[in-house]
């Protein structure tokens, strides 16, 4: 694989099957304020989501050869873009999509193509905050750089594609919520959401000096319940209090007309929500894309809402993880839910309105080979060249690769530390690989650094996954340059450069510090240089951009995915955790294959799929019980490639977790790519779990009014236990450490 990248970096300039990617970044060009904002409003803000899921057939990033390949869609993967404009016509955009990541080039790419919208040259990539909720079952081969390129998917390579495809989606979301912008108000609520996340790494957490007191704070807040001892190595110390609990809700408010009722609560635009969190409480293996816990989360969220869109972002998560026990779809469900739930109870907490106007700092700052004045005055140096430890490979405490019983284990590391920025660090690589790999220009070498104040709130922009107390260090230095404003880190936004760790956490060299690549001063580093950005502000905007991402490798379903095809369901029964598949109701049905790519922003990759309930006053509705609806975006259903004849594809559903009254007639609903709608034969629960029911169900028409017989009753079908929800959030003298 790196001698692949290599080849590409040699022959770029004549080798066809190497990417380059370049463009232009136009300045923005101001415009005069709309009329419509005054003291009633200070804001205007419109919201819009899309769909962002590919095709089945892509490797999925985020834990590199471990990963699995996309064979189908358990909840959708999508982007939700927020428009935000203040009194005198400055923009800012935050978008969050579900992927592993987001690269500089992806942003870049997404600016370039707003101008392809009329009506938004006022926006420029500066005003661009877009992030990634790190969900490890989205697709990869669209990063811009080559090590990710090569390394973050379980197969390497840069698919121009998909990378189009997500640039000019997110672009279409951007302006369509643009277009959406009325009058607003913005009003900020923060909460203690206990016992949805643990420190995975309390040892290196301990060793920072701030570690007491957020284990203080976090005391009277509930933890986490008997875990095994794995997955809590310190005895005394409650993994779940080792974490930041706070979640911060943006609640995006249309704002009345009438300046008298200014405070009246109106109709929710959008509600954003920023939580420190690992999506990962799904297994590495599981075949499906899915969004993991922030996907459950928003779609719960939304369902309860009514109204709106709901973004969740990531914060400083490099050391949280989602508190499952066990890994798994029970606890995936459960824990979203849970997330969900506090999102909208949230909104109810006190809350503070945001006002004033928006200001941009924006810059590439480099962290190779860099020497700095920390906040003591002592000369520091980050690393010349980016480097893996040898734990990098073992993977982390809740994710262990075949690699650490081979001796890739966390905590190696150099009895004395080197003076060349790297410290303790033990090379990944024997040696003499370790003095030529990676080569200079497989990792970035800079980053781009955003603080934007939003009113009274600053947002920060992290390159990358940084721990909890580096996070607070961050947060330090920003809110020592603006005291009234605050800090809220917006955690994996407009850059990627893995982990990014306290001194202090990397000298014992567990996962995330081995996987620090510029040495132990990088994260640092990264601190110095947003405090510095929040202090001085301005923007360093390059005009253009340039990025080579390595070889090409595009979509294709070859035959070690046709393969897959045949056992797929006898693997997915037990990566989902379904029990017998006799007893879920499934769906078979032919589609044609979708186009792809495609330069249709709103084009279908896959069937969308609901289950429906027919009911004599009001004929084929969606069954929403509880106002939960069931479809391809809550976790109740799965959608799978089960066989593939050239431009003809074969589709499986399930219902996971089957519920509604026995007698109750019920049907599967499927918006095809290219067949129109597509029902299954009206089928109860009562009849399914039958012994001699149906083995699948059959395909045909929508009939509107079609007859519905009587159904039998019987006893009602098993239910998945759930995760048990954590306290409600709560403000309960809570302080947090920011």
């Not at 428009?83 to 992927?99: H, I």
């Not at 979301?173 to 009003?187: F, L, Q, T, Y």
């Not at 920390?374 to 809740?398: H, L, M, S, Y």
């Not at 996971?656 to 299954?680: I, K, M, W, Y």
């Amino acid at each position: 694989m790196m001698r692949a990248a290599l080849a590409c970096a040699a022959l770029l300039s004549i080798a066809p099957a190497c990417a380059t990617i370049r463009g232009e970044l136009p300045a923005p060009q101001p415009r005069a304020p709309e009329a419509a904002v005054g003291v009633a409003a200070p804001w205007l803000a419109g919201a819009a989501e899309i769909d962002i899921t590919p095709p089945p057939g892509y490797p999925m990033a985020g834990h590199s050869f471990e990963g699995a390949v996309g064979l189908g869609v358990w909840t959708r993967l999508r982007a939700q873009a927020l428009y935000f404009e203040d009194a005198r016509g400055v923009p800012l955009v935050l978008v969050v999509g579900d992927l592993w990541a987001v690269e500089p080039g992806l942003v870049d790419r997404v600016a370039q193509r707003l101008h392809e919208h009329p009506g938004l040259e006022h926006v420029g990539r500066e005003h661009l905050v877009i992030a990634a909720t790190h969900t490890h079952h989205g697709p990869g081969l669209f990063s811009t750089a080559r090590t990710y390129s090569a390394f973050a998917a379980p197969e390497g390579g840069h698919d121009p594609g998909l990378f189009e495809a997500l640039a000019g989606r997110m672009a279409a979301a951007i302006a369509e919520a643009a277009a959406a912008r009325r009058p607003a108000r913005i009003v900020q609520h923060t909460v203690a959401v206990p016992a949805l996340a643990r420190n995975r790494s309390v040892e290196p957490f301990l060793r920072n000096a701030e570690a007491n007191a957020l284990l203080v704070a976090n005391a009277g807040l509930p933890g986490c319940r008997e875990l095994p001892i794995e997955l809590s190595p310190m005895p005394g110390i409650d993994p779940c209090h080792a974490v930041s609990p706070v979640l911060d809700v943006l609640h995006v408010i249309e704002a009345s007309p009438d300046a008298s009722a200014a405070e009246a609560r109106g109709p929710t635009i959008a509600v954003a929500g920023f939580f420190a969190m690992h999506p990962t409480a799904m297994p590495n293996k599981t075949e499906l894309y899915h969004a993991d816990v922030f996907g459950v989360a928003t779609t719960r969220a939304q369902a309860q809402l009514g109204e709106g869109v709901v973004a969740l972002f990531n914060g400083a998560e490099g050391d949280v993880s989602p508190n499952w026990n066990p890994q798994g779809r029970p606890s995936t469900v459960g824990l979203g839910q849970a997330l969900g739930d506090a999102l909208v109870a949230a909104l109810e907490e006190p809350g503070r309105a945001l006002e004033g106007t928006i200001e941009v700092a924006f810059a590439w700052r480099p962290l190779a080979n860099q020497r700095f004045t920390d906040a003591d005055g002592v000369e520091q140096r980050t690393g010349r060249r980016a480097i893996p430890g040898k734990g990098e490979f073992g993977g982390a405490e809740d994710g262990r690769t075949r690699l650490y019983d081979r001796g890739w284990r966390e905590g190696q590391r150099r009895r004395r530390p080197r003076d060349n920025g790297q410290g303790y660090k033990r090379h990944a690589l024997p040696w003499p690989i370790s003095m030529v790999a990676p080569p200079r220009g497989m990792t970035p070498r800079a980053v781009p650094l955003g603080v934007v104040q939003l009113g009274n709130l600053s947002l920060v922009t992290l390159p990358g996954e940084h721990t909890t107390i580096m996070g607070q260090r961050i947060g330090q230095a920003v809110a020592r340059v603006r005291p009234a404003a605050t800090v809220v880190r917006v955690g994996l936004a407009g850059a990627y450069l893995s982990y990014l760790t306290t001194p202090q956490e990397y000298a014992l060299q567990h996962y995330e510090g081995a996987s620090m690549l510029y040495g132990e001063q990088a994260g640092m580093l990264v601190a110095h240089h947003l405090g510095e950005l929040a202090r001085t502000g301005g923007v360093e905007r390059p005009a253009e951009f340039r990025y080579r991402p390595g070889k090409i490798r595009r979509w294709r379903l070859d035959r070690s995915r046709l393969r897959a095809l045949p056992q797929l369901e006898e693997r997915l029964a037990g990566q989902l955790d379904t029990g017998p598949r006799l007893g879920l109701p499934r769906f078979y049905l032919w589609d044609r294959a979708p186009a792809w790519p495609s330069d249709d922003p709103r084009a279908r990759t896959t069937p969308r799929v609901r289950v429906e309930a027919w009911s004599e006053a009001e004929g084929w509705r969606p069954h929403a019980p509880g106002g939960m609806p069931i479809d391809d975006r809550t976790g109740n259903l799965v959608l799978m490639l089960t066989h593939v004849d050239g431009a003809r594809w074969r589709w499986g559903v399930w219902w996971l977790d089957p519920g509604a009254a026995p007698e109750q007639p019920l049907r599967f609903h499927v918006e095809t790519v290219g067949e129109g709608s597509v029902c299954s034969e009206t089928f109860t629960i009562g009849q399914w779990f039958r012994p001699e029911g149906p083995g699948w169900l059959e395909a045909g028409e929508c009939a509107p009014d079609e007859a519905v017989g009587d159904a039998p009753v019987v006893v009602e079908p098993p239910s998945l236990g759930a995760h048990e929800p954590p306290a409600p959030p709560s403000r309960i003298g809570y302080a947090p450490p920011r």
